[in-house]
């Protein structure tokens, strides 16, 4: 049977840690579908448009052909693109990729129930953001198969790089994209300085 990961993500921008999380995902599923999605839980995102064209760039210079970008696969309502990615591949078994920032939102996530009785729960621990019973406890209970990443992605923060203006975490690809549309405050910043 196909194993497909399903990773979409946030990401506002991608960075080095989305490319590791991705190349390790490569290595253990047949298929990996990665989506720019909005994520009702925040509230300033980069255009969705934006974000597909970032994680294009992302995997672009990868020789790994099973990862693709499937922009329709995006959705607010992750139980939606779920219902998408079946009928794209039927007969596959989908295992959803999370980041353990995210393990106290699954619940309250729309149709959970539902969403987790058609796929399996990998979460991607992430430096901050423990993953303890307790808090895996209430996805088991509505019948999460949650199953933990042994993956320690680089600390790199797309957050770190909007408000902070740390550009190690983005690739070249991703740096030029921004440059070249102007995407984040930090650049509006320094069209505002005088030049002389």
């Known amino acids: 049977m196909l194993k497909v990961a399903l990773f979409g993500t946030s990401a506002d921008p991608p960075t080095r840690g989305h490319l590791a999380i991705l190349c390790w995902l490569s290595q253990h599923f047949d298929q990996v ?79 959970a129930r539902d969403l987790f009785d058609r796929v399996k729960l990998l ?15 209430p996805l088991r209970q509505i019948g999460a198969d949650v199953t933990i990443a042994d993956l320690n992605a680089p600390n790199v923060s797309s957050t770190a790089y909007r408000e902070q203006g740390e550009t190690e975490g983005v690739t070249s690809p991703i740096q030029a994209y921004i440059d070249r549309e102007q995407l984040y ?3 509006a910043r320094r069209e505002k300085l005088p030049t002389y």
């Open 33 to 111: 579908a990665v989506w720019a999605s909005d994520n009702p839980f925040k509230s300033h995102q980069t255009a969705l448009d934006h974000r597909t064209e970032m994680l294009r760039l992302l995997i672009g210079d990868l020789d790994l052909r099973n990862i693709q970008v499937y922009p329709e696969l995006s959705s607010s309502r992750t139980v939606i693109t779920v219902e998408r990615a079946q009928e794209r591949w039927q007969n596959a078994e989908f295992t959803l990729v999370v980041g353990s920032d995210l393990v106290r939102q699954l619940p309250k996530w729309f149709r």
């Open 123 to 137: 979460v991607v621990p992430r430096p901050g953001y423990s993953i303890t019973d307790s808090e895996l406890d």
């Open 185 to 187: 405050r930090c650049h």
